[in-house]
């Protein structure tokens, strides 16, 4: 069971134009700011938005080609799990899920034993006799995941999965989600602008901004080699272009740094980890092979650590303890040296694009 | 024929009008001069002709405006039971209006005008209706009035005296209603007064009745006795009762002397 | 403790607000006051308002039973803005809304009158003749009352989320059962409130059926209409049916009160 997407999208004056092959047994995420046109091509994919140009492919059979071929969500063995959920409120739990064999043709007994297999296979029976108002966010989330496997569906499509949860019940039901989505045989897309989801989910993430796929790669590409600084700030990481030659690196805007790697050169880009870079009041001495001066720019408390932003050439992002704060005195407009290793520094190609 | 009735005009306005025209005071009198606004509550038959008689009133007594009400008899003597701030009532029968001189709500009615019954059927006479006999025919779709108003009372009384049975499709509030009906070739026939027929032009046609074999109604007029501008009620319903000029317009319209 | 917090109550809301209050119920209390007490028994179970009821109810569910089957599709229509010109379609809904209902009777006459646009076909193809029937009572009220079902309905379609319907599809449930098994219950409470509305409006219908339907005891002479006829010669007989018709509407809204009022807050 493969999709084959090659098609523009067109909501109003947006248009996204994505192509991807997407393969089974994988859990695809797709990534991107909000706004930048995945829910479009998830509901393209699910028959909920016809496209305006290209086609979408499922297992060889044109679903939509712009024309005259157009097979309906009904047609495509597809399994939603909507933003929110969307379980149906006056419906227990059992009706939710046996709603889709119901509506496949199976009798009602039939679709009731069905709902309650599947409901009992995520560990879930006890919500049977429920009401979608009587359950929590993560049960709601299970619910929903139950109601789309009951078709067995060829093809899983999970909207902003994690997103109506809140912080604390996050971690346990994407824990489960992973689970379950492993033992999934079909596709998985699993749409989210969330990268903690993309990458302890997915096998593969499709980065997409402003309507446009920006980066395709496993979530380890995308940390070590991010394509875009969206997809270096989702990271965490300051991403750097410039040109390499003689183990140097001119960067773009300014500033010149020492590479490991002294056989590259042309365009490159390249990551700046905040952990690699130490900062210092005065010039430093040392085995580091770049020392460079900047100001401080702003600081970004984060958990137990504080981003620094530091406005330099080039401007890069470190990490540091509160107590180094005080210890250094940073504050806004604070002048300060850094320090960093040529081994540190990860160079790779520029993506064609 | 002029000279006498004018007199009798004379004569009557000092009688029924004592306020305006006591002893030989002349008309004029600055006090009791006709002026400012009266309301005149009538019967939905006067539609046509009230107006045209209130225009002929307005010019003889400058400075006086007459608006209307036109309603059901009964309606409107429901109305003016209830207070209604009207200053002159005219009914389409007697039994109407003194529901509410009896009630001390009027003035002593004066008979004006009398009218007689006709069937109206919708131009060209779709169901060929040659005679009342014809509105028992089970085809024949028949609108009347409601008996609680004069219109009705009539035309069930014409039913009985004529011997026939109908069953009217509809009991209308007023002969308006009826007419309206009937114009719009929704009825057949309907049973309203000879003066609608009338005014209603060429979009009716009709058929007449007999006169042994017709009924009549008579119409009073009468001042209310709570209104505010008595002099100028009492004026118009003189007017409408004596003058030659009302009764000339009131037999234009086809309505007859009730003496 | 927080008895201090009371809500604030200005002057400038109260006071018109009382007003409005008192002028609302003041002539439902003048109408009880003045309601021939002695004789109501036997007015309201004469063969003439008993007749009427039968009728004013019978019309009036029948209405909106009618207003029911063709205003909801219509109002999903006018939501989910499929069919052209939808503001010009949702003007055109509302202006038996707007228009005098005695209009609203001369217009359906143009259209269902033995001479009518369409009634002349009627007539001379099926001899139907909808004036003076009681069918022509049920037309004009599901007319001048369906506008209220439809724009209730319209705003409960707009407002619902997509998701649910999305949600259903891709189940693979097809357009009726989507319809039928998710947006329908999903909007029952306003459902139910458009319903109550245009039953209450095609109940207290006059105009339109006295000039479409005309007025024959037993036949087209709903509770209005013997109300104004009673008004004619015997005022405590129309007192007593007006009575009778509002305990009708009481015990309705009282049946109703948790749906409707739950309904007409959301």
């Known amino acids: 069971m493969t999709i084959a997407v090659d098609a523009s999208i067109t909501r109003g004056t947006f248009t996204v134009t994505v192509a991807a092959e997407l393969e089974p047994g994988m859990v695809v995420a797709v990534l991107g700011p909000n706004g930048s046109g995945k829910s479009t091509l998830l509901r393209a994919i699910a028959g909920l938005q016809p496209i305006s140009a290209g086609t979408i492919r499922i297992d060889d059979v044109v679903v939509d080609d712009a024309g005259h071929v157009f097979a309906p969500p009904q047609e495509r063995a597809i399994g939603l799990v909507p933003q929110d959920y969307a379980l149906f409120p006056h419906l227990t739990v059992r009706d939710n899920v046996a709603f889709g064999p119901r509506s496949r043709g199976a009798g009602r007994r039939a679709a009731a034993d069905l709902a309650e297999a599947t409901l009992a296979r995520l560990g879930i029976s006890d919500l049977t006799d429920r009401k979608p108002g009587q359950i929590s966010g993560g049960q709601a989330q299970r619910v929903a995941l139950a109601r789309a496997l009951a078709t067995d569906p060829a093809i899983l499509l999970l909207d902003e999965p994690l997103a109506a949860l809140d912080v604390e019940s996050r971690d346990a039901v994407r824990a489960e989600l992973d689970i379950h989505l492993s033992t999934f045989a079909g596709c998985t897309v699993l749409v989210t602008h969330d990268p903690l989801d993309a990458l302890l989910l997915a096998d593969r993430v499709l980065v997409i901004e402003e309507g446009r796929i920006v980066q395709d790669g496993t979530p380890a590409d995308l940390a070590h080699q991010p394509a875009t600084t969206y997809v270096a700030a989702l990271m965490g990481v300051t991403l750097l272009r410039g040109s390499a030659h003689d183990g140097l690196l001119s960067v773009d805007g300014g500033g010149v740094l020492h590479i490991a790697d002294a056989d590259v050169s042309g365009r490159v880009q390249c990551v700046v980890r905040p952990e690699s870079v130490t900062l210092h009041r005065q010039e430093p001495e040392g085995s580091a092979r770049n020392i460079w001066p900047g100001t401080v720019g702003s600081l970004q408390p984060s958990h137990d650590r504080v981003r620094v932003l530091i406005d330099a050439a080039p401007g890069v992002v470190a990490v540091v303890t509160p107590a180094a704060v005080a210890e250094l005195g940073l504050v806004k407009g604070t002048p300060i040296w850094m320090s960093m290793k040529a081994v540190d520094l990860a160079v790779y190609r520029s993506p064609a694009h | ?259 | 403790m927080s008895s201090r917090r009371i809500s604030p109550r200005p002057a400038f809301l109260m006071v018109p607000g009382i007003i409005a209050l008192a002028f609302l119920v003041l002539p439902l209390l003048a109408l009880l006051w003045q309601a021939p007490w002695g004789d109501i028994t036997s007015i309201v179970s004469s063969p003439l308002a008993l007749d009427a009821l039968r009728l004013s109810l019978v019309t009036s569910l029948t209405a909106t039973a009618f207003a029911t089957v063709v205003g909801v599709p219509l109002a999903w229509l006018l939501a989910r803005e499929v069919l052209p010109a939808t503001r010009l379609v949702r003007a055109l809904v509302i202006v038996p809304l707007l228009l005098p209902p005695v209009v609203s009777g001369v217009m359906l006459l143009s259209a269902f009158g033995r001479r009518g646009f369409v009634g002349q076909y009627l007539y001379s193809a099926f001899g139907i003749q909808l004036p003076f029937t009681t069918a022509g009572v049920v037309l004009a009220e599901a007319f001048v009352a369906m506008p209220f079902l439809i724009i209730t309905l319209e705003g409960a379609f707009r407002s619902l989320d997509r998701r649910y319907e999305d949600a259903a599809i891709t189940l693979g449930a097809s357009s009726w059962t989507v319809f039928r098994r998710v947006t329908v219950p999903l909007i029952a409470p306003s459902l139910l409130a458009g319903a109550v509305l245009c039953w209450a409006r095609a109940l207290g219908e006059f105009g339109a059926t006295i000039t479409f339907a005309g007025n024959l005891p037993g036949v087209t002479q709903t509770m209005p209409l013997a109300v104004y006829s009673a008004l004619e010669s015997d005022r405590s007989a129309a007192i007593a049916l007006s009575v009778l018709l509002l305990g009708v509407c009481v015990a309705v809204l009282v049946a109703l009160r948790g749906y409707y009022l739950k309904g007409a807050s959301a």
């Not at chain 2, 509550?41 to 036109?70: C, E, H, M, Y």
């Not at chain 2, 701030?85 to 389409?92: C, E, I, K, S």
């Not at chain 2, 006709?118 to 008996?147: E, F, K, Q, Y």
């Open chain 2, 1 to 259: 024929m002029r000279r006498p009735r004018t007199a009798l005009l004379a004569l009557t306005l000092v009688a029924v009008i004592p306020g305006a025209f006591v002893g030989t005071q002349p008309v004029t009198a600055a006090t009791a001069a006709p002026t400012g606004s009266i309301t005149v509550s009538a019967a939905a038959s006067l539609t046509d002709v009230f107006p045209v008689i209130a225009a002929a009133f307005q010019k003889r007594f400058p400075g006086t405006t007459v608006s209307f009400n036109f309603g059901g008899s009964s309606a409107i003597v429901e109305q003016v039971n209830a207070g209604a701030p009207v200053d002159v009532l005219a009914t389409a029968s007697e039994p109407t209006m003194w529901k509410a001189a009896n009630a001390g709500h009027t003035g002593r009615p004066l008979l004006f005008a009398k009218n007689t019954m006709a069937i109206a059927m919708p131009a060209g006479n779709p169901a060929g209706i040659t005679g009342l006999a014809d509105l028992s025919r089970s085809d024949v779709l028949t609108a009347v009035c409601a008996v609680a108003v004069p219109c009705g009372t009539a035309a069930r009384d014409l039913f009985a005296t004529n011997g026939i049975s109908v069953r009217p499709v509809t009991f209308e509030l007023d002969v308006r209603g009826v007419l309206g009906k009937v114009m719009a070739d929704e009825v057949d026939a309907g049973i309203v007064y000879v003066t609608d027929v009338r005014s209603a032009g060429s979009a009716v046609t009709s058929v007449a009745i007999p006169a042994d074999r017709n009924v009549t109604t008579t119409y009073p007029i009468a001042t209310v006795t709570d209104g505010r501008n008595p002099v100028t009620a009492r004026a118009f319903v003189a007017y409408v009762r004596y003058s030659r000029s009302a009764q000339g317009i009131l037999r234009a319209y086809g309505f007859a002397k009730p003496w």
